[in-house]
C-alpha cells in the first residue's frame, strides 16, 4: 500500500490541510482506531521472558530507520563478547513458527525481508509470538534479545524500548491511522519508551523535548561508496525519496528513480520495465539491501545494491542505557 499523500505534512507543511473531507470522514476511524489500541495495551499482561529484551520501534507506519539500528545494536552488544540476536515478527514471510534464519536457505517470501536482510550480519530469529520466539532463542543461547518493531506489541515485558524517529518527518499530519500514519497518539507511545532516537539532523521535535526522554542522534551512512556510471534507482521502502537522495548525496549520478510501495513484491514484468528503462539510459540498476533481498536470486542479474549501516553519533549515549542492562551485578 502506498501511503496517502495527505499523510505527509512532515515533508510539506501544507498536506495536514490537504483532503479535508477525506481527513473529516476518516476521523470517526481514527478514534475508533485509538481506542482499540490503547484498550488493547491496557488489558495485556506481559509476560518476562528468560532473557533481557530489547525493543526498537517506531510511532508511525513505513520505514525510519529501525532494521539498521538493530543491526547496530546487535553488533554493538557482540563486540562486548555478549551473543545478541534480532526478532522479528516476519510481515510477508509464509512461515509462522518461531525459528532461526538463514540467508543461505531461507528467502524473504519465507520470513519477510527484514529478517533475511539482518541474518547476513549477525543471528537473526522470526516469531509472531514473540514471546515463544525469545524463550527459544534463548534455548539456543541468546543472551539479549532485540526486537526488531514491536512497540505496540504488548505480549512480552520489554526492558529498554527505543522508539525510532526520522526527524525530517517525525509524525507525518499528526493523526492516528488511517487519517495519519501514526500507530497510536505520540503520547501515548513516549510514555512507555524509555529513549528516543532520532534519525538525522534536523531539530528535536517539541513533543520529544516535553517527554523528558533521553535522545540518542543518529544517522544512515553507506557501507560503500556509490557505483561510478549513471544509475537507474529503484525503491519499495517506507520513503524511496529517502535512499535517492542519500544515493546523490554520496556521490550516484541518478538517471532515473523509480519508486514502489514499502515491502513491495517486485514482478518478472515491473523488473522487465527496469532493466528496459536502464538500458534506455545506457545505466545500471541499483537498489537498497531491503529490496534485493526481496528479489529471487535467479532475478538479481545486472542488479547492484547500496548497502547502508547505522552510526550513532555518540555511543556512549547508548551505552549509558544498555550497561545497566547488560551488567546489573554493576549497577
Not at 551473543?83 to 522479528?88: D, G, K, P, T, V
Not at 561508496?225 to 549520478?253: C, M, N, T
Amino acid at each position: 500500500m502506498k501511503a496517502p499523500y495527505f499523510w505527509s505534512a512532515g515533508l510539506d507543511p501544507k498536506s495536514r490541510e490537504a483532503a479535508p473531507l477525506t481527513r473529516a470522514l476518516l476521523s470517526p476511524l481514527a478514534a475508533l482506531y485509538t481506542w482499540g489500541i490503547r484498550r488493547k495495551l491496557a488489558k495485556a499482561t506481559p509476560a518476562r521472558t528468560s532473557i533481557p529484551v530489547i525493543c526498537v520501534g517506531n510511532l508511525t507506519t513505513g520505514g525510519v530507520g529501525k532494521t539498521p539500528i538493530v543491526q547496530a545494536i546487535r553488533h554493538h552488544i557482540e563486540l562486548k563478547g555478549i551473543h545478541a540476536s534480532s526478532l522479528s515478527r516476519g510481515y510477508g514471510g509464509s512461515e509462522i513458527s518461531p525459528q532461526k534464519i538463514y540467508p543461505t536457505w531461507h528467502t524473504a517470501d519465507m520470513c519477510g525481508d527484514e529478517p533475511l536482510l539482518l541474518s547476513q550480519t549477525g543471528e537473526s530469529w522470526i516469531g509472531k509470538d514473540r514471546f515463544a520466539g525469545v524463550q527459544l532463542m534463548a534455548f539456543y543461547g541468546t543472551k539479549v534479545a532485540i526486537m526488531d518493531d514491536g512497540h505496540q506489541n504488548p505480549g512480552i515485558v520489554k526492558d529498554l524500548s527505543f522508539v525510532v524517529i526520522d526527524a525530517a518527518a517525525p509524525f507525518g499530519n499528526g493523526y492516528v491511522l488511517p487519517k495519519g500514519p501514526l500507530r497510536e497518539p505520540v503520547q501515548d507511545g513516549l510514555a512507555r519508551a524509555d529513549a528516543v532516537i532520532l534519525m538525522g539532523d534536523s531539530d528535536v521535535p517539541e513533543r520529544v523535548q516535553q517527554s523528558g526522554l533521553p535522545v540518542l542522534r543518529a544517522r544512515i551512512v553507506p557501507s560503500a561508496p556509490a557505483p561510478s556510471g549513471p544509475l537507474v534507482a529503484f525503491a519499495g521502502i517506507g520513503r524511496p525519496q529517502k535512499f535517492f537522495d542519500s544515493l546523490k548525496d554520496h556521490g550516484g549520478e541518478i538517471s532515473e528513480a523509480v519508486g514502489y510501495p514499502d515491502h513491495h513484491d517486485y514482478s518478472p514484468k515491473e523488473l522487465g520495465f527496469l532493466h528496459k528503462l536502464a538500458k534506455s539510459h545506457g545505466a545500471r540498476l541499483i537498489t537498497t539491501s531491503k529490496d534485493y533481498v526481496r528479489i529471487h536470486p535467479d532475478d538479481r542479474g545486472g542488479i547492484l545494491q547500496f548497502p547502508v549501516t547505522a552510526e550513532f553519533d555518540d555511543i556512549r549515549q547508548l551505552d549509558a542505557l544498555l550497561n545497566p542492562l547488560l551488567y546489573p551485578d554493576n549497577s
